[in-house]
């Protein structure tokens, strides 16, 4: 049998001793978890978008039955794009208000300062981090607009939900048609994703700078149905954009066919 020549307490020493990283082997861990990472942040991201989106859809179908309640308490009326004269608000207030109003949620006036002043809200586009305006109710409600379009399709103006669409005097409000007057609800737009800064939908509202870029190149719509569709950009583009003025555009009220 061989034996060792080293005493036990040599060879106890010896492995006691720690094993120390060399420089290379530090760099080479961490070049792996550079690149692990480097692969690993885009899907994180992209997760972290289809959960915005996710959380977005499901504020529209919350506004959608909203919307369907509104009409259901109101003879049949569209809730108003903006209502003149009623508060909260500069000289007005949005269809949002209204029909939020309808379910007893009450709005608190908070100052500039108030951390929660931009706080999240059925109302407001989970992918939307910019925060606009100085109006003490602006914090609760951006990104999505009503369907106030007010384009010329077919010799109609004002061709979306709103009869009439007007700003006399500084003081925009709308007039509403009623259910009954559009031929096909859930094939026409009710509530959709828009630029950051606005709450009622015009035709330069939505375009690739604003409101769908926030969904990775794709946008939400709210049919007055109730029911919600997530489109791509090209879609988004098609039914909002390059239809503008045309009877394809599922802002003209009596769009048919499909959403």
Not at 43 to 53: M, S, T
Not at 137 to 159: D, H, L, M
Not at 183 to 198: E, K, L, Q, T, Y
Request: proline share 6%.
């Amino acid at each position: 049998m061989k034996t060792s020549n080293c005493s036990p307490e040599f060879r106890q020493k010896k492995t006691s001793l720690p094993h120390c990283f060399t420089l290379i082997e530090l760099l080479v861990v961490i070049a792996i978890i550079a690149i692990l990472a480097a692969m690993l942040l885009p899907a994180l991201q992209q997760a972290r978008e289809r959960g915005r989106n996710i959380s977005c859809v499901n504020n529209l179908k919350q506004q959608g039955s909203e919307v369907m309640m509104y009409i259901n308490d109101y003879d049949g009326y569209i809730v108003p794009a903006k209502t003149q004269g009623l508060p909260p608000g500069r000289g007005g207030t949005y269809w949002n208000h209204n029909y939020a109003r309808l379910l007893g949620i009450l709005y608190q006036s908070r100052s500039i300062d108030d951390p929660n002043r931009f706080r999240p809200s059925t109302y407001s586009c989970p992918a939307n981090n910019e925060k606009y305006g100085e109006n003490d109710y602006s914090w609760w409600q951006r990104g999505y607009g009503f369907n106030a379009y007010i384009q010329t399709v077919n010799g109609e103006k004002n061709a979306g939900l709103m009869v009439t669409v007007d700003a006399t005097d500084g003081i925009p409000h709308s007039v509403p048609r009623k259910i009954n007057a559009v031929p096909s609800p859930s094939a026409v737009m009710a509530i959709c994703d828009i630029r950051n800064d606005i709450v009622y939908y015009n035709s330069g509202s939505v375009r690739p700078t604003n409101g769908y870029t926030r969904h990775g190149m794709g946008g939400n719509i709210c049919y007055l149905d109730g029911h919600v569709k997530s489109h791509t950009a090209a879609e988004y583009q098609k039914r909002l954009l390059n239809s503008d003025s045309k009877p394809e555009s599922v802002a003209y009220y009596k769009h048919t066919g499909n959403d």
